[in-house]
């Protein structure tokens, strides 16, 4: 059953945040102090501006008279959370519609197709809200005090293949929270410090930092955004959303504003002193094969697969266009169709597996030790199965794909998330059924009335 509209939402009750903290919301609270913040004409607050940097002004409201306390019930300071705890409080405001999200203008990842979303209206708040912050991947904590590995870049006069993270507060990073999102960012030393970046490589003089991540290359730089927001962004903190034209499953950042874009600073100047970094982004890794290259590589797999696992007469086609989705909106790498019996016009069809290119291609591109060949024939395996399994009359495979979707999307909404659900849709079942046919329960009511009547005389 879909969410609510956002209108019709209340703030939470009671959290539970990455940290292990329980907190409590006021929905009244923090409905009658936004507007002050936010600057809205006729509020308390006057006409004033609202200040600098969305991630400052939700820090604000959740700051405001009443709105956030401890598990028992005693005022709480936002500002000394940990950054995660505050991003997903930020993410409820967004999603109770306390803060307003204008919708996003995406396309969809699978078909293009173009689509607007306000992606926090699909956040499911479920795990927040009954606790359950137990998932070994998605609520996996972040390694603070490790060298995470990053693109080269140059840091003084060494070259820099790591950075080290460590926790901060929404106090401690305020100056970068303050910080709208419009305009350039300017890396200064004090904005090094409330990122929490406490070594490039060895060097950890918050100066020399700044300026080495001034001079970034693109891809240096957004890998450490990227591991800033694995940091301070809880895996949860996303929204999917399904592509209405082909089913493909989109996942979009909550809240839709933070504080860091993986925009490129500037546009870097090639050092040839630091490896790889003068190689164009056309050059980078192996060229993936053009459509007949693929579909030749793709029929010598088949050809192989066939003859090892016995079969024939299966068609194989590659197929170029909008790769079709599972259940869970994953684009497939291939498919399996059953073949169906002559129809009244004496035409067979045979079955068929399906290839689809562009899943391989974007599959190669997003990850650079993607196995073409490998992946080629573990594929056309795999539809070979299905089909082996089909002439058998049951498929274990198929079931045990779907069984996984399942365990995905549980995993995303929680359990009990998914037990209220569940009872929603069958009372809708229930009450569908009774408004269908309840004429015929009343015809039936009054002929039983009227054969008591006639029993009674």
């Known amino acids: 059953m879909p969410n609510p509209a956002p209108a019709q939402r209340l703030l939470p009750a009671q959290v539970h945040l990455p940290s292990g903290n329980v907190v409590r919301l006021s929905d009244a609270a923090a409905r009658a102090h936004a507007p002050a913040v936010l600057g809205a004409p006729g509020s308390r607050g006057g006409d004033a501006p609202a200040p600098a940097g969305r991630c400052a002004r939700d820090v604000q409201i959740l700051a405001g008279p009443s709105v956030l306390a401890d598990a028992r019930g005693a005022p709480l ?96 990073a305020m100056p970068l929270l303050r910080l709208s999102s419009d305009g350039a960012l300017r890396v200064t030393p004090s904005l090094v410090v409330a990122m929490g970046i406490a070594a490039l490589g060895r060097e950890r003089r918050a100066s020399v930092i700044a300026d080495a991540l001034a001079r970034a290359p693109d891809e240096s730089w957004a890998a450490i955004v990227d591991l800033y927001h694995e940091a301070r962004y809880p895996a949860r903190l996303l929204a999917v959303h399904r592509c209405q034209a082909c089913g493909a499953r989109n996942d979009l ?172 849709g069958a009372l809708a079942d229930v009450a569908g059924f009774l408004r269908a046919t309840w004429p015929a329960w009343l015809i039936a009511a009054v002929g039983t009335a009227l054969a008591w009547c006639e029993g009674g005389r």
């Open 253 to 424: 950042d909550v809240p839709l504003e933070r504080e860091l874009a993986r925009a490129p600073l500037r546009a870097p100047e090639a050092d040839p002193d630091v490896p790889g970094e003068a190689t164009s982004a056309a050059g980078e890794g192996r060229a993936f094969p053009d459509l007949d290259a693929f579909e030749a590589r793709v029929r010598a797999a088949a050809e192989r697969v066939y003859e090892a696992r016995g079969v024939r007469n299966i068609d194989l086609f590659i197929d170029a266009g909008v790769p079709a989705c599972d259940d869970g909106g994953e684009p497939l790498l291939g498919c399996y169709t059953p073949g169906t019996p002559a129809d009244e016009l004496g035409i067979a069809r045979p079955p068929e597996i399906r290839i689809f290119y562009r899943t391989f291609r974007t599959e190669a591109r997003e990850d650079p030790g993607f196995d073409v060949d490998a992946e080629i024939d573990e594929t056309i395996d795999h539809e070979v199965t299905h089909h082996l399994h089909h002439l058998a009359g049951s498929d274990p495979l198929d079931d045990e794909e779907h069984e996984q979707i399942e365990r995905e999307n549980l995993r995303r909404i929680g359990h009990a998330e998914a037990a209220r659900r569940a009872r929603r």
């Open 77 to 172: 300071d936002p500002r000394g959370l940990p950054l995660a705890d505050a991003h997903v409080l930020r993410a409820l405001l967004a999603f109770a519609g306390v803060t307003p999200e204008e919708p996003g203008a995406y396309t969809c990842e699978n078909c293009g197709a173009p689509f607007e979303v306000a992606p926090s209206s699909l956040l499911e708040i479920g795990p927040f809200t009954d606790g359950e912050l137990d998932d070994p991947e998605l609520d996996r904590p972040f390694h603070f005090g490790a060298l995470h590995p990053i693109p080269a870049l140059r840091v003084g006069r060494a070259v820099c293949r790591g950075v080290r993270l460590v926790e901060r507060t929404v106090e401690e």
